[in-house]
């Protein structure tokens, strides 16, 4: 069971201060890089959590439900410009940034998205490119600088990543109701 070791050594070197400061010198490295890759170290800590802890996992997401609204929360408000600027600027946020995103996200999505329905899955598909949908909008429309500490370019910048990353999971999306699923042993 190496993936709690592979999540541990890349927690740890996105915490090293030059990694830290690399990545959120640039708004869309921060947004789409650092933020994902921390999703991404809880969903490699999930295995060694859900063995040693069974029961939690067991009691608290057992149809899967709970943890990925627990996920969509911490998604979204990571999404909020302000969030983004205080985590640059006040030390309590940026911890909870991350604390947050691999435990309270990436460990969630992992534990609970197996346990989904197709409908389910294909809600949190649905959800999401709304969501980016919604952030391309406020981040590419906007007039105004509405993050602190980035410049308006780098904003729009921002907004348009959302904007493809949300057309890309819209083809996903599109893309999965076209496979046939048992063919690939899923249900």
């Given at each position: 069971?190496?993936?709690?070791?592979?999540?541990?050594?890349?927690?740890?070197?996105?915490?090293?201060?030059?990694v830290v400061t690399l990545l959120e010198s640039i708004m869309v490295v921060h947004m789409h890089m650092q933020m994902p890759l921390l999703v991404m170290v809880g969903m490699l800590f999930t295995p060694f959590l859900q063995q040693t802890f069974p029961a939690f996992f067991e009691k608290w997401n057992?149809?899967?439900?709970?943890g990925i609204?627990?996920?969509?929360i911490i998604i979204s408000y990571w999404m909020i410009p302000r969030t983004m600027d205080e985590a640059l600027t006040v030390s309590a946020a940026e911890i909870f940034k991350f604390i947050s995103?691999?435990?309270?996200?990436?460990?969630p999505l992992r534990d609970s998205w197996s346990k989904l329905t197709i409908k389910g899955?294909?809600?949190?598909?649905?959800?999401l490119s709304i969501l980016f949908g919604i952030m391309a909008c406020i981040y590419i429309l906007s007039p105004n600088q509405i993050c602190n500490s980035y410049l308006i370019k780098e904003q729009k910048a921002?907004?348009?990543t959302f904007l493809l990353t949300g057309l890309c999971i819209v083809i996903y999306f599109i893309q999965t109701l076209f496979i046939d699923k048992e063919e690939y042993g899923e249900t």
């Open positions: 069971m190496k993936q709690p070791i592979y999540g541990l050594g890349i927690y740890l070197f996105l915490m090293l201060p030059p057992e149809n899967g439900v709970p609204v627990l996920f969509m995103l691999p435990f309270l996200a990436g460990v899955k294909n809600s949190i598909f649905i959800l921002l907004g348009w």
